[in-house]
């Protein structure tokens, strides 16, 4: 623990975010940073609290409760509020590849099973891991670590996002030879081109670590796609091993009359990708990008990337901005279905809703709407969106809750630009259909999580390609779990 009686003498407290109508006007991350001083004090608020929930990482209620990477969370608290960064850092490093990553962008279901969370608002977690990795890189602790030596085993890596970053890192650390293949033009996958600048540093996060695993010898190769510029058999013969690592992209679509053929409807992950391709391409100028200036806008989603899509409509100066969700508008606290240390389902304000709130003086979001109908006008391009409001109650033949309409609450709503931000199906079966790789029903690569095997000798699969669209933290876990596979398998045929 750190301060033994710290969580009764510090209230939690966060830096706070660059104001709305500031921070629009640019696209630079939004969040600011607190001294070492004040997140020392923060860190001294983790408790003894006996057994550490939050780092258990276990699947409760059907979602994360604690760290899906194990974070020895309550270890580096205690190192942090000692002063003792150096050693932080180290402690941190043995569980998390990319602390500047997931101290930006994970939801922290960490935070969600801490047992201070209890009595008290939780310690501030995730705060405290981004502050670590930073002062770290501050100090130049942060330098190339590359093996001693190596195995002669060669491996490809297809795919550079969380899953694919982590386990290149980890089988080069082991000594193997690591070529990570890329179809886009900049490596990092989901952390490049799914999550906006201002969320996400490119350049002086994502890119500083790819320059930092290529001092270390992981080679990448950007502009190849495998499957269609490469083939499976191409890498079969020249790598010893192949790790899938290549993501849930294909998006799932707008089922709705009039959908079909309708310009100004694009998916949330196109329109994301372009956008921050244009910003480190051009800062925009070039125009490559889908714009939502002077446009009615309606974001069909409400996670984490109908919020991106929000926050970056607002930056580009959309007319207005609504954002669907088909689910109800969730509780203020836990109810009693959702007991500590699930993760809590409550209602949140995310940062494109706070930016959108602070320039048309109202919250976007749109709770249990479902869209039937896309108007077009007569050269097909949307100009409408037809709803109806819905109640989740059980469907009679299955037992399942579904969304019922509810009657006389049909509604119009004007839209220029749509943007689908529904989830996503699973990965892009092409690839998979050139290796060969068996499926799971879901279209998933079929691979266990006790070996991370597939059906084909030498080839295996982690991230989201396996296991669904998730978080950034289980890309990381799933990462590191499929090297330490791999790497047996290859030791035992060297």
């Not at 068996?438 to 266990?448: G, L």
Request: aromatic share 8%; with cysteine.
């Amino acid at each position: 623990m750190a301060k033994p009686t710290g969580f009764l003498e510090y209230e939690r407290a966060l830096s706070p975010d660059r104001a709305p109508l500031t921070r629009i006007k640019d696209w630079e991350e939004f969040h600011t940073a607190f001294s070492a001083e004040e997140q020392r004090v923060q860190a001294a608020r983790c408790m003894d609290c006996g057994t550490p929930f939050c780092h258990s990482g276990l699947m409760i209620g059907g979602g994360a409760s604690g760290c899906p990477i194990n974070n020895l969370i309550p270890e580096w608290n205690e190192l942090v509020y000692r002063g003792l960064w150096k050693d932080a850092i180290a402690r941190l490093l043995k569980t998390n590849n990319f602390p500047e990553f997931t101290g930006r962008v994970c939801p922290a279901p960490c935070e969600g099973s801490c047992t201070l969370g209890l009595i008290d608002p939780s310690v501030s977690i995730k705060a405290d891991e981004c502050k670590i990795i930073d002062y770290a890189f501050e100090q130049g602790w942060i330098k190339p670590c590359p093996p001693e030596s190596r195995t002669g085993k060669r491996v490809a890596v297809v795919g550079s996002g969380p899953s694919g970053l982590a386990c290149a890192a980890q089988l080069n650390y082991a000594g193997h030879s690591v070529t990570v293949f890329e179809r886009a033009d900049r490596p990092g996958g989901l952390l490049m081109y799914g999550i906006p600048n201002m969320k996400l540093d490119k350049t002086r996060v994502v890119l500083r670590r790819i320059k930092l695993m290529e001092e270390e010898g992981v080679v990448f190769q950007t502009g190849v796609e495998v499957g269609k510029d490469k083939d499976a058999q191409s890498l079969l013969a020249n790598f010893d091993a192949v790790v899938l690592c290549t993501g849930a992209t294909l998006p799932r679509d707008l089922a709705a009359e009039g959908r079909e053929g309708a310009d100004g409807i694009h998916f949330a992950v196109d329109f994301l990708h372009a956008n921050t391709k244009s910003l480190l391409d051009s800062k925009l100028t070039d125009g490559s990008y889908i714009s939502a200036k002077d446009k009615h806008v309606i974001v069909i989603g409400g996670g984490d990337t109908g919020t991106d899509c929000v926050a970056t409509s607002v930056r580009h100066g959309c007319k207005s901005i609504t954002q669907f969700e088909i689910m109800p508008k969730p509780p203020k606290s836990r109810t009693p279905g959702n007991p500590w240390p699930e993760w809590p389902k409550i209602f949140r304000t995310d940062y494109g809703q706070e930016e959108a709130e602070a320039v048309f003086g109202h919250d976007p979001r749109a709770y249990g709407v479902m869209t039937t109908q896309v108007e077009k006008d007569e050269a097909g391009h949307v100009r409408a969106l037809h709803t109806v409001q819905v109640e989740w109650k059980k469907d009679a033949k299955s037992g399942r809750f579904a969304p019922m309409p509810v009657a006389g609450s049909k509604k119009i709503w004007p839209a220029d630009l749509v943007l689908i931000a529904m989830g996503f199906l699973g990965p892009e079966q092409a690839l998979l259909d050139d290796f060969g790789i068996e499926r799971t029903a879901r279209s998933n690569i079929a691979a266990s999580e006790t070996d991370y095997a597939t059906n084909i000798p030498g080839v295996f699969a982690a991230g989201d390609a396996r296991r669904g669209q998730s978080l950034v933290v289980w890309g990381i876990h799933e990462g590191r779990a499929a090297a330490a596979a791999c790497d047996r398998y290859l030791m035992q045929t060297a």
